[in-house]
Every structure is written in C-alpha cells, then in structure tokens.
C-alpha cells in the first residue's frame, strides 16, 4: 500500500488484502467514516461466522470494507481478510491519523462527506484502471441487505428459541 500527498508518496508498508471469494474489490472509493475502535462480523448470510469486539483504527472506504489494524496475524503481504484492507496496527493508525477529517477530540466515530474526502484506489493486474464506486447504488442494495439480513436473523434466533425449548445445544438443521 503507498500512500500519496499529490503525487508525492509518503507512506508506503505490506497489507493483507482479501482471500478467496471476499477479495477486495477494485474500484476508485472515497473514506467514508472512521472509527477509532470498532466492532467487525460476519452477516447472517455468511457461512463463515466471525466476530471481533475490538477492531483498532478503522478508516471505512465501503460498507464493511476499511483500512483496520489486525492484531491477531502478522503475515502483512499475504491475502487474509474477508476483504478488508488489514494493517499492522502502528500502520493502520498512521492511516487514520493521515486521513481527513481529524477525529474531534473525545469522539470515537464519524461519517465523512464523500465530497471532497480522501480518494483510495484499489486496483490489481487485472483492473489496473479500476472504475469509480456507486455510492449511490450500493446505498439501495444496503437496504435490501439490511432487510434480509433482519429475516435471517429472526429465523435464526426462533430456530435456537425452539432448540432451548426442546432442551438441545443446537438449532435443528
């Protein structure tokens, strides 16, 4: 990853891109939020369950997409993500910290205008002249995934009332 001020680079370190089918996808995006410590799990429709309560210095450049410290591997320049941007965590802050807005003083959370913010680019051999991201669009699909992911969830939670009811350890299958 290099980062540049113009087309001066100021900061440049190895990341962990996404793995398998949770690449990371190219696109020309903008920041959109940044957390200074935040929560990161898999979606209902996802078969491979995650959950970390505590995820430092988090820069969001899509909806579940972000520059993130990742405390649990050091093996930086190889695929390990569900398709986030994994960085060492003294990298991920210098992120965070580069990037505008500065976090106000006692908050730990903010939305960034798209207008104006940070570009990132994400591009690999094969899009090495990525197209720009819709935002737009990926607001609309939000909607719909929210709403599934809410069904989901209800099924899921019936599925272990029903299981504790009958006295077992697991939802039938």
């Not at 990853?1 to 995006?29: C, E, H, Q, W």
């Not at 695929?79 to 003083?105: E, Q």
Request: hydrophobic share 35%.
């Amino acid at each position: 990853m290099v980062a540049y001020d113009g087309d001066t680079p100021v900061f440049a370190t190895l990341f962990s891109s996404g793995r398998n089918k949770k690449d990371t996808p190219p696109a020309l995006y903008r920041i959109r939020s940044k957390s200074s410590i935040t929560k990161m799990a898999a979606e209902e429709r996802e078969t491979n369950h995650y959950e970390v309560s505590e995820v430092p210095w988090a820069t969001r450049f899509r909806s579940g997409l972000y520059f993130h410290a990742a405390y649990w591997h050091d093996q930086f320049g190889t695929p390990k993500s569900h398709g986030c941007v994994n960085l060492a965590p003294t990298d991920a802050k210098w992120v965070y910290d580069w990037t505008d807005p500065t976090m106000p003083a006692g908050w730990n959370e903010l939305e960034v205008a798209a207008a104006g913010s940070v570009v990132v680019l994400i591009h690999d051999a094969l899009q090495p002249d990525p197209p720009v991201f819709d935002y737009d669009k990926e607001a609309i699909e939000r909607v719909k995934i929210r709403k599934q992911e809410k069904a989901l969830k209800k099924k899921r939670e019936e599925a272990e009332a029903a299981a504790a009811a009958a006295g077992t350890t697991s939802p039938p299958p």
